[in-house]
Nanobody
Framework: EVQLVESGGGLVQAGGSLRLSCAASGFTFDDDYVIGWFRQAPGKEREGVSCISSSENSPAYADSVQGRFTMSIDNGHTTVFLEMNVLKPEDAAVYYC???????????????????????WGKGTLVNVSA
């Protein structure tokens, strides 16, 4: 019943910006929740990019994107954004949105492991960065 749909991927030059969106249906972020962004590049394992939950007052970020990426939620609490600035070629990947309506915590320490606990995933949106 819960569905997540990512959008906003594309091709951008190094140093440029993109904003990804994750639209949720059958799910709002008004009670317990965890929602985050993950990415996977060819030949590499999936890695956590950022996450936020009902317990945190600010998102958690991977060290590799800290200071460049910003995660936010819209006023209706149905759409999650990932603003990506100063993009680098190593940021190129398929970006996935994932969520769980029962969990209530996502910290920097848990970000590398939280993906295995999330029940709902989108199909991903492709981000390419040219050097």
């Amino acid at each position: 019943e819960v569905q997540l749909v990512e959008s906003g991927g594309g091709l951008v030059q190094a140093g440029g910006s993109l904003r990804l969106s994750c639209a949720a249906s059958g799910f709002t972020f008004d009670d317990d929740y965890v929602i985050g962004w993950f990415r996977q590049a060819p030949g590499k394992e999936r890695e956590g990019v950022s996450c936020i939950s009902s317990s945190e007052n600010s998102p958690a970020y991977a060290d590799s994107v800290q200071g460049r990426f910003t995660m936010s939620i819209d006023n209706g609490h149905t759409t999650v954004f990932l603003e990506m600035n100063v993009l680098k070629p190593e940021d190129a990947a398929v970006y996935y949105c994932a969520a769980d309506p029962l969990l209530a915590a996502c910290s920097p320490a848990s970000l590398p492991f939280i993906d295995v606990a999330l029940d709902y995933w989108g199909k991903g949106t492709l981000v390419n960065v040219s050097a």
